[in-house]
């Protein structure tokens, strides 16, 4: 019988110490103190990021509406004036997708980008800004980096048991496994954590910089309306249900108001005109 040293060899070893080094050397907190690992550094996300976004202007067709795009600037340049400093990102850049898509999204780097069909959804500056504040904080809370580190553990938990078995296309399975192509790369869905966290902090960020925040439940109510009861149980999705998130914005209005309130007195009233 020949006997099965793959688990024993220098080669297993060695990829198996430098998974825990990367592990002990990567833990981090959200900005809500929820655990995460983040294997990627912050100009490798960037540098997805900007490579991701390049593409998609490449792709999609791009909004030629000067209104359109004045008011979408408008609103992103008051909310991202909220970020704090020490993210890093001081220039954003935002551009408007002609779609019927009712969608928008951040990406690292400082990238924005809304689809002109979320602007039938998203019927007021308010709306609209408690959507680009949460797609936001998906970035400035490391959502991005977290979703794709899950994806490098299981590619280097593949790659190790190649290795072991002795395998000559680890290097492809791995790579696979880390989805780091421009269609994918940083566009992999949010999980529901990082969805509700990403509503809590956006209507904190969009508050701040003199947006109402109680415009959060009528913009969740008019998704669930164009969504036409299609959306999945809650259960069998990765987002939170409109109706709980509804319910979450509903109870995070007590913290969100009077940071709204104060971004008033304090003269930011925006007036970002459709």
Known sequence: MVKDTSMTSPLFKLGLA?????????????????????????QQMSKLGADSFEQMKKQEKVSKDARVNAYVSCVAKAVTAQVPASYGITNWEVVVFDSKQVNAFALPGGKIGVYSGLLKVAKNQDQLATVIGHELTHVLAQHSNERLSRSQLTGLGLAAADIAMGSSEYRGATMAALGLGVEVGVMLPYGREQESEADRLGLDLMARAGFNPAEAIPLWQNMSAAAGGNAPPQLLSTHPSNESRIAELQAQQAEAVPLYQQARASGLVPQCKA
């Open 18 to 42: 430098a998974l825990c080094t990367t592990l002990l050397a990567s833990c981090a907190q959200s900005p809500t103190g929820r655990s995460q690992m983040l294997l990627f550094s912050p």
